[in-house]
């Protein structure tokens, strides 16, 4: 096995993940499309509009993400042809360069949580009750999609370190 199955593997896992992303966003879709046909409180029909957003980002952000890593795959694969060890060098750069990413989405998922939470709490309004609740689950689904991501990266950067070894 060679350090471009690695690579495989890891774009694979990202393209599953992106599938699972866009399988909750049409799931919110499909809810969002039931409270508005038959929700009939008004908590129940305040939801209608921060599902749809959820369900619209959730879908959007998956296929982008498929969408991307599956355009990656043969450019990839051409790069690594040209140069191996270059390319392990560059994969160990960008990797390393968006390493930040996952503490700034836990620090935005943080801040959304607390600001849904405090919303959720103060406002009685069934919609800003109803955009607290779509934050939240926002937010969750946010924590979730970066948990397995960087659990990912994390083991695609020891193979790097290992290969480079």
Do not use: C, H
């Amino acid at each position: 096995m060679n350090f471009f199955d690695d690579t495989l593997n890891w774009l694979k896992g990202e393209m599953s993940e992106a599938i699972i992303i866009t399988g909750f966003g049409a799931i919110a879709l499909v809810s969002g499309f039931l409270l508005w046909k038959y929700a009939m409180t008004p908590y129940g029909r305040a939801l209608v509009i921060p599902t749809l957003v959820v369900a619209v980002l959730l879908t959007g952000v998956g296929i982008s993400m498929y969408l991307s890593n599956q355009s990656r795959v043969e450019k990839m694969r051409a790069t690594f042809e040209e140069g191996e060890s270059e390319f392990i060098q560059a994969e160990k750069k960008r990797v390393e360069d968006f390493q930040y990413l996952y503490t700034v989405s836990k620090v935005i998922a943080t801040v959304s949580f607390v600001v849904a939470i405090i919303a959720f709490w103060f406002f009685k309004s069934p919609v800003f009750q109803s955009i607290s609740i779509g934050l939240l689950v926002l937010g969750v689904a946010g924590l979730v999609i970066d948990y397995f991501s960087e659990e990912r990266a994390r083991i695609y950067y020891e193979t790097i370190l290992k290969v480079l070894e």
